[in-house]
């Protein structure tokens, strides 16, 4: 069962440039979101999607672009990276109840 | 704004005695409350939850406390083991919402043999 794939796991950018984390999922869930974690600020939510072609943003959403065109993909795409960018990005899906979170992509922008 | 407060970064217990995470809210609107457990490098999974029609709910070891009029939660582990020791986060949704989740900042637990 892969649950919520999220890719890469790791990788570096320079200040400006552009790139778009991948997340699937293969549970069909309805429900889809972005969170970055930094240290002493705990998970914050990015965008969401509550299904295909309906997106919102959460807390922090400077920055991001999201689109969902199907229900297995909402990839995550960083305009024009700033190091304040730098963190751990988690994906995650749900249909009613708990979030399912991917295993993370670790971000550096220099 | 932090609509989901965890005041404590860390908790330090000894194994085989009572783990108690708190957890503090703002948004009246919220009904759904959940923690998660959260390894290093690893993503957070689904511990327990507790909707805003009860006050309690209990899995294993692991029990959640509700007060709406404090606007307060907490999680009790007991008796708590070593396995238990990593990064909790309390979480928060209004109307059923679930993909617009609301953290807080997690408490690391250190659970000492």
């Known amino acids: 069962n892969a649950g919520v794939t999220q890719t890469p796991k790791f990788q570096v950018l320079k200040t400006g440039q552009s790139m778009t984390l991948q997340c699937a999922q293969d549970?069909?869930?309805?429900?889809m979101s972005w969170y970055r974690q930094d240290p002493g600020m705990g998970l914050r939510l990015i965008h969401y999607?509550?299904?295909?072609?309906?997106?919102d943003q959460g807390e922090v959403p400077n920055g991001y672009n999201v689109s969902r065109s199907t229900t297995e993909d909402f990839p995550l795409r960083l305009l024009s990276a700033a190091p304040s960018q730098t963190s751990v990005y988690f994906c995650?899906?749900?249909?009613?109840?708990?979030?399912?979170f991917g295993e993370g992509s670790r971000l550096t922008v220099l | 704004d932090q609509q989901v407060k965890q005041n404590s970064p860390s908790l330090s217990v000894q194994e085989g005695r009572i783990s108690i995470l708190n957890c503090d809210y703002t948004?009246?609107?919220?009904?759904?409350f959940l923690w998660y457990k959260k390894y290093p490098a690893e993503g957070p999974t689904f511990l327990i939850s507790?909707?805003?029609?009860?006050d309690k709910n209990e899995d294993g070891r692991f029990t959640v406390f509700l007060n709406k009029s404090a606007k307060h939660l907490s999680l009790h582990i007991v008796p708590s083991q070593p396995g238990d020791s990593a990064v909790y986060f309390c979480?928060?949704?209004?109307?059923?919402?679930?993909?617009?989740?609301?953290f807080g900042q997690g408490t690391t637990l250190q659970v000492k043999p």
């Open positions: 995650a899906s749900s249909s009613w109840g708990e979030l399912f």
């Open positions: 549970m069909n869930h309805e429900y």
């Open positions: 999607s509550v299904g295909a072609g309906i997106t």
């Open positions: 948004n009246s609107m919220f009904d759904y």
């Open positions: 507790i909707s805003s029609i009860k």
């Open positions: 979480a928060a949704s209004a109307l059923g919402n679930t993909g617009k989740l609301i």
